[in-house]
Nanobody
Framework: QVQLVESGGGLAQAGGSLRLSCEAS????????MDWSRQAPGKQREPVAT???????NYADSVKGRFTISRDNAKNTVYLQMNSLKAEDTAVYYC??????????WGQGTQVTVSS
């Protein structure tokens, strides 16, 4: 069972930056998918950024050019660097991984609030 611990959320001003971290309890070297999604109040959860098999990276159109997903295998951590934040980025952000056995795990979520 993989445990995921998210951190880095908080309050930021519009135009500011935050970096989210998601640390796994075991090596992420063989993980097939690592991604971030978000859920704003009253809205469905939506994908934000994905790394597939450590190579292919995809972003939601709403965050392209502003957010960057990356991974550090040595630290068993996936990051989401969020720049040029907007009020509409306010949401709870969730980390998800699919390991080499194709099992899925989610973090507990971290709140990001952007004030305009």
């Amino acid at each position: 069972q993989v445990q995921l611990v998210e951190s880095g959320g908080g309050l930021a001003q519009a135009g500011g930056s935050l970096r989210l971290s998601c640390e796994a309890s075991e090596s992420i070297f063989g993980f097939r998918v690592m991604d971030w999604s978000r859920q704003a109040p009253g809205k469905q959860r939506e994908p934000v950024a994905t790394i597939v098999s450590g190579a292919s990276v995809n972003y939601a159109d709403s965050v392209k050019g502003r957010f960057t997903i990356s991974r550090d295998n040595a630290k068993n951590t996936v990051y989401l660097q969020m720049n040029s934040l907007k009020a509409e980025d306010t949401a709870v952000y969730y980390c998800h991984v699919r390991d080499g056995r194709l099992y899925d795990y989610w973090g507990q979520g971290t709140q990001v609030t952007v004030s305009s």
